[in-house]
């Protein structure tokens, strides 16, 4: 008997599939839509609606019928000592950042097959361009997902490369050209892979393995009148970095 068949606990598979899908979906659902989407009966996930409301893990909607998740799972992460390390650290080297290139940055930190975003600062000014707090993106489709990769552990690379198509195809040829580049830089500048007219610069924080913990990103946007230029928010993202991975017990990349 093979180990997945021997410890099964379906109870758990059940809760653990309507958080999973509640937080794909990013919307609301009845308890109807979210056992069609199982491909389970209604009274089979009643009771862990039941009790998943009653852990606080997701709420219920009396007006509407239909079920969200809270915020609870997203205050659970940010008690894991790296992550809580990661924002108290980056929160104030943020707000200066983004005060310093009146543009808006975010940390994001790698997720299995993705990015989740567990630090995000608005600039002062009228144009604000964010990434929501707790959005999960595509680890081949940010800059913020290219750059960790470019920084991790070799085999952690090779793995990637190996167990994560690139959505559209990029040859691993090609992708191990670019984050080899990347990782020589200490940083990727690159057009937005989701926003048109939106560049993206990105560089690694660093732990003390010397290894990527997260990356810290500036998705920069063009003004007509008062804005600052594309290379000065590029070396102030890059001394933020270095400060943050620093306080981290990690190595300065780019101090003199």
């Not at 009228?126 to 290219?146: F, H, K, P, Q, Y």
């Not at 830089?185 to 892979?193: A, D």
Request: net charge neutral; with cysteine.
């Amino acid at each position: 008997m093979e180990q997945s068949d021997k410890y099964k606990a379906p109870a758990l598979d059940k809760g653990l599939d309507i958080i999973e899908i509640l937080a794909s979906e990013g919307t609301s659902l009845t308890q109807g839509e979210i056992a069609s989407r199982l491909g389970r009966s209604v009274s089979e996930i009643f009771r862990m609606l039941h009790v998943l409301r009653k852990r606080g893990l997701i709420a219920l909607d009396e007006q509407s019928d239909r079920y969200h998740l809270t915020t609870h799972l997203f205050e659970l992460a940010h008690r894991i000592p790296i992550v809580k390390r990661l924002t108290v650290a980056a929160a104030p080297v943020m707000q200066q950042l983004a005060k310093k290139c009146n543009q808006s940055c975010h940390l994001a930190v790698r997720s299995e097959h993705s990015v989740v975003i567990v630090g995000q600062v608005d600039n002062p000014g009228n144009n604000v361009l964010s990434v929501r707090m707790g959005a999960r993106i595509d680890l081949w489709r940010t800059s913020s997902g290219r750059v960790i990769l470019a920084n991790s552990d070799p085999a952690e690379l090779e793995n990637a490369f190996k167990t994560i198509p690139h959505p559209d195809g990029i040859s691993i040829a090609t992708l191990r050209k670019e984050l080899t580049e990347s990782a020589r830089m200490g940083f990727e500048q690159m057009q937005s892979f989701v926003v048109k007219g939106v560049e993206n610069i990105s560089a690694p924080i660093l732990g003390f393995d010397g290894f990527a913990a997260a990356a810290l990103t500036i998705p920069y946007i063009g003004r007509f009148h008062g804005g600052v230029p594309i290379e000065e928010c590029r070396q102030h993202l890059l001394d933020a970095a270095d400060t943050i991975s620093v306080q981290l017990g990690g190595p300065a990349r780019h101090s003199d």
